[in-house]
């Protein structure tokens, strides 16, 4: 079992940019991991997911060419870059991990074994 710690959330003007880190308590080798966000009243969404060796990513539609997923295992740890914020990115971002046991391909919350319990993004206008 890994616990699963975030941090790097804050208030940000529309445009800015936040580093998110998470956190493990195990070795993530064997883990697909990923960030997810959940907006007020909206349900929880993938954000972006990188397999166990940072070789394949997935993102999301809407941040794809503005968020990047990346991780380094030898500090156990996962990493978002946000840049180009806008107000709809406001939401509390979480981390996420499962075992590996296949290609990694789309990734929904319902997959993931392990979450952290979120850091809260928002953006100003």
């Known amino acids: 079992q890994v616990q699963l710690v975030e941090s790097g959330g804050g208030l940000v003007q529309v445009g800015g940019s936040l580093r998110l880190s998470c956190a493990a308590s195990?070795?993530?080798?064997?883990?697909?991991m990923g960030w997810f966000r959940q907006a007020p009243g909206k349900e929880r969404e993938t954000v972006a997911a990188i397999n166990w060796n940072g070789a394949a990513t997935v993102y999301e539609d809407s941040v794809k060419g503005r968020f990047i997923i990346s991780r380094d295992n030898a500090k156990n740890s996962l990493y978002l870059h946000l840049s180009g914020l806008k107000p709809e990115d406001t939401a509390v971002y979480y981390c996420a991990a499962k075992v590996q046991k296949n290609t990694l391909a789309t990734i929904v919350p319902g997959d993931m074994e392990y979450w952290g319990k979120g850091t809260l993004v928002t953006v100003s206008s």
């Open positions: 195990a070795p993530t080798l064997r883990y697909i």
